[in-house]
């Protein structure tokens, strides 16, 4: 099993064999059978894909950087550089990552994702969420508060399965070839690894991709 060095990245590696040498970077694609490639993930996405004419497949980490950057989108390119792989003939798979419900940002990350896609008005939802402040700042609810200092503004929340589906879109693949499994890592530890949920003390999640030798 061919794994990576995770650095937040849009560096991608295509690889023919099996090799202990250190690969540092976020993606990985191969066409050759019998290698399987994997990435490891607790909150970020894995977005495997395959191309099932050609045989040739692919796994990308995406974080908040690495969408940023275009990973996924980078990847697509990538395979038809190396392999002649056609969009059309791509299915993909976004794995379980946290959800647009518990992944509050701030605004430079916003502003940084508006000064890069034009949709990423469809990506950011305000929302306020008196939990999550509870949890993150236990302190300020010891005491009470000084006269007008009213309720802490709204959340910015992030859809990084929405911003790395529109960028499979945007590579050329069909709607339909795209598949998303539910469920959000920081709503569902039991099932899950996040890191933001139980604040870095957590385990990784493998997610992995090979061909099939004939």
């Known amino acids: 099993m061919l794994q990576l060095k995770q650095v937040h990245s849009a560096v991608i590696h295509r690889v023919g064999t099996a090799s202990s040498e250190s690969l540092v970077g976020d993606g990985l694609i191969t066409n050759t059978p019998g290698l399987l490639m994997a990435i490891k993930t607790a909150d970020c996405v894995p977005v495997l894909v395959s191309?099932?004419?050609?045989?040739?497949?692919?796994?990308?980490?995406?974080g908040w950087r690495g969408t940023l950057a275009r990973i996924v989108e980078k990847?697509?390119?990538?395979?038809?550089?190396?392999?002649?792989?056609?969009?059309?003939?791509?299915?993909?798979?976004i794995g379980p990552c946290i959800r647009q419900c518990c992944y509050s940002v701030g605004g430079d990350i916003r502003a940084q994702f508006e000064s890069q896609f034009a949709h990423?008005?469809?990506?950011?939802?305000?929302?306020?969420?008196?939990?999550?402040?509870?949890?993150?700042?236990?302190?300020?609810?010891?005491?009470q508060r000084a006269?007008?200092?009213?309720?802490?503004g709204p959340e910015i929340h992030l859809d990084l399965?929405?911003?790395n589906r529109r960028q499979l879109l945007e590579a050329g693949l069909a709607e339909n070839n795209i598949s998303v499994i539910e469920g959000c890592t920081a709503c569902d530890?039991?099932?899950?690894?996040?890191?933001?949920?139980?604040?870095?003390?957590?385990?990784?999640?493998?997610?992995?991709?090979?061909?099939r030798l004939e």
Do not use: C
Request: glycine share 12%; no cysteine; net charge positive.
């Open 120 to 143: 990423a008005g469809d990506l950011f939802e305000e929302v306020f969420d008196a939990n999550a402040l509870h949890v993150r700042y236990p302190l300020l609810f010891l005491n």
């Open 75 to 93: 990847g697509i390119g990538e395979m038809r550089r190396s392999f002649g792989t056609s969009p059309a003939d791509v299915r993909a798979a």
């Open 189 to 211: 530890t039991k099932r899950f690894f996040s890191h933001r949920a139980e604040f870095g003390k957590t385990g990784r999640m493998l997610g992995a991709i090979g061909i």
């Open 51 to 62: 191309d099932i004419r050609l045989r040739a497949v692919g796994a990308f980490h995406a």
């Open 147 to 152: 006269p007008g200092h009213g309720d802490h």
């Open 161 to 163: 399965v929405e911003a």
